[in-house]
């Protein structure tokens, strides 16, 4: 291991790609001395390791970098999208099919809201995909309860700013009008909490069903 070397990878990196965690939650498990390289306690993240290095979390070795990849999964309504909830509810990981490596999602789904959710085991790729500067679409359909029209929804392809927290323009079309309900198709760019329903609120509107559709 070297602090310089030029042919070694960044430990917390390596970890990332080994399906640990993301680069920065790894960069915290180092400064939290939870990280030793070839036994000796890693104590920065700047650390580089080479391929025979052996790296350890919490005294266990972890796996062999991976190729990067990603899982489609759907979520249903009731699941939560961390690794452990609190309040022992269960989980997303909890339903993975046994030989199912070590993956992590990209975003989250609240515990009412269903669809697509995208796994990897690559703690990197998961960081880019999160990243709001990527600009990725995220699309889903929602069912909310009202009448509204098309013009109802100009504040949201503008911009809102909610409790003082500014919220991109969104992309919301209009499909139908379904007895006491209305479908929309809303488009975002980012992924703050509860984004949807808060904004759907905002212009008088209760969410009583999200879909991810698309990412």
């Known amino acids: 291991m070297s602090e310089t ?28 001395g939870r990280v030793a390289v070839n036994g000796v306690k890693a104590d920065s993240p700047a650390l580089d390791v080479m391929p025979g290095d052996k790296v350890t979390l919490d005294g266990k070795p972890i796996d062999a970098p991976q190729p990067a990849r990603l899982w489609l999964y759907y979520k249903p309504v009731g699941l939560v999208t961390s690794a452990k ?9 909890d339903t993975m ?6 993956v992590m999602s990209v975003g989250r789904l609240d515990l009412t809201s269903e ?34 029209n098309d013009a109802t929804f100009d504040p949201l392809r503008r911009g809102v700013t909610i409790d ?34 808060r904004a759907m609120a905002e212009v008088g509107l209760t969410v009583n069903r999200l879909i991810r559709v698309s990412y």
């Open 115 to 148: 669809g697509l959710l995208l796994l990897t085991n690559d703690g990197e790729l998961k960081r880019r995909l999160e990243l709001p500067t990527t600009g990725w679409l995220r699309k889903y359909r929602v069912r909310v309860n009202g009448r509204p």
């Open 97 to 102: 099919p046994e030989g199912m490596p070590r």
């Open 85 to 93: 909830d609190e309040k022992g509810r269960q989980t997303v990981f």
């Open 5 to 32: 070397s030029e042919t070694g990878e960044r430990i917390a990196k390596v970890m990332a790609r080994a399906g640990v965690a993301s680069r920065r939650d790894a960069e915290k498990m180092i400064l939290a």
């Open 164 to 197: 003082g927290e500014e919220f991109q323009p969104m992309e919301v079309t209009l499909d139908k009008q379904q007895g006491a309900n209305a479908w929309l198709t809303v488009g975002l760019r980012e992924g703050k909490n509860r984004e949807i329903r």
